[in-house]
């Protein structure tokens, strides 16, 4: 297992927004290579010794930490290293990386777009030639979201008082100065670079250093024959941590996602095994299945990846009864968007044909399975997330984790040890360092309030069908995604139309005499009053969310 070498000259790079804390820094020993046999006698050894030194650990009462009695079924809380008071620290600028911004498809063509980086906000918008632009989101006159501007002509136009910006940033227009005055030089916008790479735009968030873009991820599968995939995107309301742990975690899925589609049923959880292959300075990889699964014949284990700072691939390859083979992707995207806040690209593809009645189901009805599981996860992640903030304690004083579940959290927190000096803020596995900025509140706040607005329809804006709540599937994900709000709109439409046949279908019946016409006009008003029913329970499935009964039957 080839490891990296931390990079001790980039430990105080002038990019790092608070002093590291006292910590003695040594390079990564062979300790992290070792098995847990070998782990478990080197911790023995190191107890014998720690009667005739005195050891200093980074978190307080870290040396207090005990090995449980069965180290065959917990994960070590503590390394040899950290119990010496050591750990390993990387050089890492959360500026100087690239994030998945949005889907390339769901750019909208006639009106600008606000997103958020962590706490930075950006406005991302298509230009007269359709080129994608991104700025800072905010006019350099009276600090107005361009987001809330609009497109003329293909420039950007702030909607407070008309000034314009083309596609560079500069301002090309300022209606309240006089004729002949020039445009100050000052007042112009800062731009972002930003890149489309298979189907997503990556933002590079740094203004001092140029985009390395060998940084951007490249994902084989996706460009593979006859690789078809469904992407999806969604925003959640808790931090992305918290996400990638969920989503770097299958042993929940049986579980929180029962019969939610054909793959997951409670029956079927059980212990998992795990195999690290990978760690280095950006993330951490390796294998993983059911435990019962390992020693069948032609059977090939998931292999998941982390790259950071917020890239999940999951992929697997399998051989078919006709010897072709074939490949699976499970890629997650994850964003972080605010404290509290994430927003995901989901992006679900294989090499496979669908088959059945599998070539019928419409994307749209994915999309909207995929938003349910979400919401099965959402109430105990924010709780979570809550806790964290509450504690203000590292991952490893509140975490009971398994070996046979939770090997990936804990990878993941553990690399944000090392690189978290350099994050606006984290919670790592043995190090937090907790938001300097209180939170912008932005959403609908967790708990009955949210949940109960969110298990009614969205509605009753004045002049719309939707009134802004982001606790709704709607404003997570609709409003994010063209081809779900076409459907709404067209299910809409023939709503509005089967209503108004059924009533003239009914009012024919009251008024012609003959039994066969009744017969058949109250035969039309049925049809459209069922075709009404459908289409207001597709639109519901847009515009409201699962909710957990809590009740099994």
């Given at each position: 297992m080839a ?6 000259s980039?430990?105080?790079h002038?990019?790092s ?21 070998q ?6 050894q ?7 030194e ?6 307080e ?10 180290q ?29 911004l ?9 009106a ?6 962590f706490?930075?906000q ?6 007269g030639?359709?080129?994608?632009r991104c700025?800072?989101d ?19 136009e702030?909607?407070?008082?008309g ?11 300022i209606?309240?100065l ?24 990556w933002?590079?968030?740094s ?7 060998n ?13 078809q995939d469904?992407?999806?995107i ?7 941590s918290?996400?990638?742990e ?6 929940h899925?049986?579980?929180s ?10 029956e079927?959880?059980g212990p998992?095994f795990?195999e ?11 294998w993983w299945?059911?435990?019962k699964d390992?020693g ?5 284990p ?11 691939h999951n992929s ?10 074939h490949?699976?992707s ?19 593809g294989?090499?496979t044909?669908?088959?059945?009645i ?8 994915w ?17 979570q997330?809550?806790?964290l903030?509450?504690?203000?304690v ?10 046979s ?6 990878e ?18 043995s190090t937090?360092f907790l938001p ?27 002049g ?17 995604c063209?081809?779900c ?6 299910f809409e ?11 003239v ?20 008003t049925?049809?459209?009053l069922a075709?009404?029913?459908v289409?207001?329970t ?10 957990r009964?809590?009740?099994r039957?």
């Amino acid at each position: 297992m080839a490891l990296q070498q931390p990079f001790l000259s980039e430990l105080l790079h002038s990019t790092s927004k608070r002093s590291l804390p006292n910590i003695t820094l040594t390079t990564r020993s062979s300790f992290v290579s070792l098995q847990t046999p070998q782990r478990h006698n080197y911790y023995l050894q190191y107890k014998q010794l720690k009667k005739k030194e005195r050891c200093y650990a980074i978190v307080e009462n870290l040396g207090a930490e005990v090995v449980d009695e069965d180290q065959s079924v917990i994960l070590e809380n503590s390394s040899l290293d950290e119990l010496r008071g050591q750990r390993e620290i990387v050089g890492y600028d959360w500026t100087e990386e690239w994030y998945p911004l949005y889907l390339t498809k769901n750019v909208p063509d006639d009106a600008p777009l606000g997103l958020t980086v962590f706490d930075k906000q950006v406005v991302l918008y298509k230009d007269g030639s359709g080129e994608l632009r991104c700025f800072e989101d905010r006019c350099p006159h009276r600090l107005a979201k361009l987001s809330e501007g609009q497109l003329y002509d293909g420039k950007l136009e702030c909607l407070y008082h008309g000034w314009q910006f083309d596609g560079d940033g500069k301002c090309v227009k300022i209606p309240q100065l006089p004729e002949n005055a020039k445009i100050p030089r000052s007042a112009c916008t800062k731009p972002y670079k930003i890149r489309d790479s298979q189907g997503v735009v990556w933002i590079w968030m740094s203004h001092r250093t140029p985009p390395n873009i060998n940084k951007i991820p490249w994902f084989e599968n996706f460009e593979r024959k006859g690789f078809q995939d469904i992407s999806t995107i969604h925003e959640l309301p808790y931090d992305h941590s918290i996400l990638l742990e969920n989503l770097m975690d299958p042993a929940h899925v049986p579980i929180s996602h029962d019969r939610t589609d054909f793959t997951a049923k409670r029956e079927d959880a059980g212990p998992l095994f795990f195999e690290v292959t990978e760690r280095t300075n950006r993330g951490f990889a390796g294998w993983w299945g059911k435990e019962k699964d390992q020693g069948k014949a032609n059977y090939t284990p998931n292999f998941l990846r982390f790259e950071a700072p917020c890239v999940l691939h999951n992929s697997r390859e399998f051989v078919d009864e006709n010897g072709e083979k074939h490949y699976f992707s499970g890629l997650f995207l994850c964003r972080p968007s605010g404290q509290g806040k994430s927003m995901l690209i989901v992006r679900f593809g294989n090499t496979t044909k669908r088959t059945g009645i599998l070539k019928f189901i419409p994307n749209w009805f994915w999309h909207q399975n995929a938003s349910k599981v979400f919401e099965q996860d959402m109430g105990f992640l924010s709780s979570q997330n809550e806790i964290l903030m509450k504690e203000k304690v590292p991952t490893k004083k509140l975490y009971l984790n398994l070996r046979s579940s939770d090997t990936w959290v804990a990878e993941y927190r553990k690399w944000m040890d090392k690189v978290g000096h350099g994050m606006p803020y984290h919670f790592g596995h043995s190090t937090i360092f907790l938001p300097q900025q209180p939170a912008v509140v932005e959403h609908a706040p967790a708990g009955f309030v949210a949940n109960f607005s969110a298990a009614q329809p969205a509605k009753g804006g004045v002049g719309g069908m939707y009134a802004p709540n982001p606790a709704n599937r709607y404003f997570r994900h609709v409003v994010h995604c063209k081809d779900c709000r076409n459907v709404v709109k067209a299910f809409e439409t023939w709503k509005k139309a089967l209503s108004a046949i059924g009533l003239v279908s009914t009012a024919f019946a009251i008024l012609v005499s003959g039994r066969q016409w009744k017969a058949v006009f109250l035969l039309l008003t049925s049809l459209c009053l069922a075709g009404a029913y459908v289409c207001s329970t597709a639109i519901a499935m847009n515009t409201t969310n699962f909710i957990r009964t809590h009740r099994r039957l």
